[in-house]
């Protein structure tokens, strides 16, 4: 009776699930946890080695599996750690690394979380090795979610989609988004974990009796290992065939203006004029060269951010400038201004601007930086840095959607969806653009306080997600580059280099057509943190099962 009962608990004996197999040793988990956080570094922009992201993801759930969930979270910290001090460097060029360790501290904090619920989950993933890539994939996509929206409305930098953009995964951005590249990613490593996490016949932790190296049990191993590894082949593979969208509609040509900046630093608007006058000439020359038959005439132009920090509706200097521009060539300007206003604060803006006529739409930026466009909690900010009085005045949050008209010659007014430099991360931000009526994207930023560094290149990679996803041409202008057209594709047409001047002409399609990820919105990062939510119901109820059965074998030995 007894050995009957034994044999119910099948499923956790060694021939299955291989108990025996301790988790992996605290000094070498640690070592894995820290080498993944470092690897996954090189998978992002400038370096683009893709596919390092599901390496790292792999080296990770090998450090955690079988872990208590607190050792889990440490481990998870760790990680977060070494990436995001290594990935965000640029933040701390002008303020101090203190501000690299302080970010990235609080980004690891939620790597603790998904560490802690990946060690949670590995009863899980012992019991059904299927679940491997979904609990894993869940996982990563639940914690980029969190992380993404809170506190302050989150930072969503070091996605593993964003990393994606010359690998296979990006085709998969235009069925379910960001979230569906991240879990795909992550996925991969969880493939690679139930590959080679099993209890092969030569393993050191194997009982005496069953080393001996046998070679049918190697076969069978191998052959499972195999197939597992044949299904990353297979994922790649499948991504690979997923069509990208295609922009169908009428062609407008587009003008991006890369007026660059003084100099390099905090300080580059200290010379705000001069960042002003860079853009106003560089669109002179355009129209001289449009009207000597060198260039084609554009039916929109794109200023970056902060390409006019004097506030061109109170200065009438910077209004007659930017007239002067608008009317030499003959097209609408998306010009990026700093406002004075509401009341005490300053608005960050993209100013329509017509020729012969002004300001006649705008965007108001959704989401100004926290710590970088507004302090909250200053007085208690101040306490632990000076440096937030940098930020001598708050910006204010708009309210409405970024899709402004642009009245053109040719093609009618054109919908543009207007977001302003980080909001590119949020996907949220984007989709609501598209959903309002953009038929190309605009994406206007500022990069001169982060210097020769990633920041520009990482940001350039999430615009490209984002041409996929929506399925339009977008355009990056920055006032020192990179500076980028994107077709729908994700490919970069044309771009202007870093702290250089330049002007980008490309002719595009416009799009009203909405892929599947538009339509699709927020509900696959909802099902993909809702089957994380799954993984860990179902741990907790293998474990009551399982010490409920070894209650009963003990009472009855």
Not at 242 to 261: D, S
Not at 311 to 318: F, K, Q, R, S, V
Request: charged share 20%.
């Amino acid at each position: 009776m007894a050995e009957g009962r034994r044999r119910r608990w099948r499923p956790w004996s060694k021939a299955t699930v291989d108990p025996e197999r301790p988790p992996v040793k605290g000094w070498l988990a640690a070592l894995l946890a820290v080498g993944s956080g470092a690897l996954l570094v090189p998978a992002f922009p400038p370096h683009d080695l893709w596919w390092l992201a599901p390496v790292s993801v792999a080296m990770l759930a090998v450090a955690v599996h079988r872990q208590r969930a607190r050792r889990g979270a440490w481990l998870g910290l760790l990680h977060g750690l070494v990436f995001f001090v290594l990935l965000l460097e640029w933040v701390g060029i002008y303020v101090g690394e203190a501000f690299v360790y302080l970010l990235g501290a609080v980004e690891a904090a939620y790597v603790a979380g998904l560490g802690a619920m990946l060690a949670a989950s590995s009863r899980v993933m012992d019991r059904y090795r299927w679940s491997w890539p979904l609990v894993v994939g869940a996982g990563w996509v639940t914690q980029e979610a969190v992380r993404g929206r809170w506190p302050f409305g989150g930072f969503p930098w070091g996605r593993l989609a964003f990393a994606e953009t010359d690998g296979p995964l990006l085709h998969l951005a235009s069925v379910a988004g960001a979230p569906l590249v991240t879990f795909a990613t992550a996925a991969l490593g969880g493939l690679l974990v139930a590959a080679l996490w099993r209890p092969w016949p030569f393993s050191a932790h194997v009982a005496p009796r069953r080393a001996a190296v046998r070679a049918p049990a190697v076969r069978a191993e191998a052959w499972r290992a195999g197939a597992w590894l044949a299904a990353v082949g297979v994922v790649l593979l499948g991504a690979w065939f997923v069509p990208t969208p295609k922009a169908t509609g009428q062609n407008v040509t587009v003008a991006v203006i890369q007026g660059n900046v003084p100099r390099l630093g905090l300080d580059f608007n200290a010379q705000r004029r001069a960042v002003l006058d860079n853009h106003v000439t560089r669109t002179l020359t355009l129209a001289r060269d449009v009207a000597a038959g060198k260039a084609k005439q554009p039916d929109l132009v794109i200023w970056p951010e902060n390409a006019s920090d004097i506030d061109p509706l109170i200065n009438e200097d910077a209004r007659a400038e930017i007239d002067e521009a608008a009317s030499a060539i003959k097209a609408p300007i998306l010009v990026g201004a700093v406002l004075r206003g509401p009341g005490e604060y300053l608005t960050n803006a993209g100013l329509v601007w017509a020729p012969g006529e002004g300001p006649v739409d705008r965007y108001e930026k959704r989401h100004p930086v926290p710590f970088g466009e507004y302090i909250p909690m200053r007085e208690l900010a101040r306490k632990v840095t000076t440096k937030v009085d940098l930020v001598r005045r708050d910006f204010k949050a708009g309210t409405e959607i970024g899709a402004v008209g642009m009245p053109t010659t040719n093609a009618g007014v054109v919908q543009v969806g207007d977001v302003i430099c980080f909001e590119v991360a949020y996907d949220s931000l984007v989709t609501d653009t598209v959903n309002a009526g953009a038929q190309i994207l605009a994406v206007q930023t500022n990069n001169a306080t982060f210097g020769l560094s990633g920041e520009s290149p990482q940001q350039v990679a999430m615009a490209r997600l984002r041409a996929v996803e929506h399925g339009k041409w977008s355009v990056v202008a920055s006032t020192s580059g990179i500076s980028a057209t994107i077709g729908p594709n994700g490919r970069i047409y044309d771009h202007a280099g870093l702290f250089s001047a330049g002007t980008l002409i490309r002719s595009l399609a416009l799009s009203q057509d909405r892929t599947l990820a538009t339509a699709l919105g927020q509900w696959p990062e909802a099902a993909f943190c809702t089957l994380s939510g799954v993984a860990l119901v179902a741990a907790a109820a293998l474990r009551r099962r399982r010490s409920a059965g070894v209650g009963r074998l003990t009472e009855e030995g």
